[in-house]
């Protein structure tokens, strides 16, 4: 029988870049988390049997049976004109004021960042972002080279001092900053939201820096108090580029997102999305633009809110009843995750084989950090299981921390290198 090498034969023909590309923290959990007896708190997928699935699959036969053949055919590489047209209403209920001309259609979010990253970055770049940040933005970022650094987040969001004092070293060293990347409201994966006032400073200061900002917006339609927060695109349409998303107010498995850029910046994500794809899905286009039109889908963002917050709820009121003293998380007013901190001495990452061993499931807290910070650090997502099932995850992953607590107490706790955990948020922590 023939041997297989356990090395890859191909590594010496592989580019620079692929040395970057490694599975995220999050994929390396799924085979183990996709197991019924465990409770995953872990990956963010949006609950989507909680839309009206009946019309929406009648909504789609007809559109296929009606105009399948503009539905199945190939469109243009910047997206259907009258989805793009759409959008701009969708974004309007946060203040932006864009033209469908400079909206590009995407697959997702994701390969809007994509875009951006391959037309702005060249190895050794600096790319801003978060700590802690999205970890599909980190991987993106790492794929084309770019140098990340992180500027710390609180309670109230990006700390506008901290990116000052970031921007003012980088300008000492001789560096320079393409843009800054941030999830300003409800962020992944910390759930704080950026407050209105140090939106005024971040553009300001950004403005000072001359560096542009790439605003990732998934969740702002999902808040659970009061209006959507006016997003940073809205106050500086020719500093920022607005990333949105279907994926959290529609259907993931769509993947349709978008871009609105500056026209010039429009007009290269253009060519780099045709050289990419040719075009994105005319049938995911046609189905989320036909949704707009003929679905209340206002009314289903409601619904979505109301459903997620009973969840958010769920999981703050457990976290608060079974946590161990000395742990501490975010109150997130909307979206879809809560950011814990552990006790001194204790590793998230290494503690998440146990806590699978004992049927939960998080996101060690390493993965959304560019320099190893993160440690004492976890990702749990309340956006997918019903109320009891969180509530029994929790259960589980305190008595998970009890038991690492014990062992800390009895062994010694973990020394922890880097800057994780420093300037990690906590609003209304217990």
Known sequence: ???????????????????GMVPSEIRALFAMVARPEVVSLAGGAPYVSALPLDAVGSMVGDLVAGKGAEVLQYGSAQ???????????????????????????????Q????????????????VLAEAPSYVGALGTFASYQADVVHVPLDDAGLIPSALRDTLDRLRREGRRVKFLYTVP???????????????????EICAEYDVLVIEDNPYGL????????????????????????FSKTIASGLRVGWVLAPHAVRAKLVLAAESAILCPSNFSQLAVREYLLTQPWREQIKAFREMYRERRDAMLDALDQLMPDGCTWTRPGGGFFVW?????GLDAKAMAPRAIADRVAYVPGTGFYADGGGRRNMRLSFCFPEPHRIREGVRRLAAVVE??????????????????GVHTPGPGIV
Do not use: W
């Open 79 to 109: 997206g259907d004109e009258t989805l793009r047209e759409l959008i701009c209403e969708v974004m309007a209920l946060e203040g932006v004021q864009g033209s469908a001309d400079d909206v590009v259609v995407t697959v997702g979010a």
């Open 340 to 344: 814990v901190t552990l006790p001194e």
């Open 185 to 203: 409201t409800f962020q992944n994966p910390a759930g704080v939201t950026l407050t209105a006032a140090r939106r005024a400073q971040v553009l």
């Open 1 to 19: 029988m023939e041997q297989h090498s356990r090395t890859d034969a191909y590594t010496d023909r592989y580019a620079a870049r692929a040395a």
């Open 222 to 245: 999902l808040g659970y108090e009061g209006e959507p927060m006016r997003a940073l695109r809205a106050d500086d349409p020719d500093r920022v580029i607005y990333l949105g998303s």
């Open 111 to 126: 390969q809007a960042l994509d875009l951006i990253t391959k037309i702005f970055i060249d190895p050794g770049d600096v």
């Open 403 to 420: 038991k690492e607590i014990r062992l800390r107490d009895t062994f010694g706790g973990v020394e922890h290198d880097g800057p994780g």
